[in-house]
Nanobody
Framework: QVQLVESGGGSVQAGGSLRLSCLGS????????IGWFRQAPGKERRFISA????????FYENSVKGRFTISRDSAKNTVYLQMNSLKPEDTAVYYC??????????????WGQGTQVTVSS
């Protein structure tokens, strides 16, 4: 079993940056791919980024490609999502999740509680 806790959300102006953290607990954390999802008000949750257990593979949805960077610090059991050049449309609740297949959103079965990101224009 894996427990996940997100942090680092907040309010920022357009063009600004935030770094989200996903802290994992449990021995199995290092064996899982970690993905980031977001859900804006009234919209479906979207799969936006992911990193494999060995950090060799990463995924970015087109809307965040070139602006967001995912990384993993195995020693700290933490996955980061560096978000630059933020836009108002990035406003959402961001969730991290642990899964077995880095590119398959349906494989993510352990979830954090979410952290709010608000980008003002």
């Amino acid at each position: 079993q894996v427990q996940l806790v997100e942090s680092g959300g907040g309010s920022v102006q357009a063009g600004g940056s935030l770094r989200l953290s996903c802290l994992g607990s449990g021995r199995a954390f290092s064996t899982y791919a970690i993905g980031w999802f977001r859900q804006a008000p009234g919209k479906e949750r979207r799969f936006i980024s992911a990193i494999s257990s060995d950090s060799d593979s990463t995924f970015y949805e087109n809307s965040v490609k070139g602006r967001f960077t995912i990384s993993r610090d195995s020693a700290k059991n933490t996955v980061y999502l560096q978000m630059n050049s933020l836009k108002p449309e990035d406003t959402a609740v961001y969730y991290c999740a642990a899964g077995t297949r880095v590119f398959w959103s349906s494989s993510y079965s352990y979830w954090g509680q979410g952290t709010q990101v608000t980008v003002s224009s």
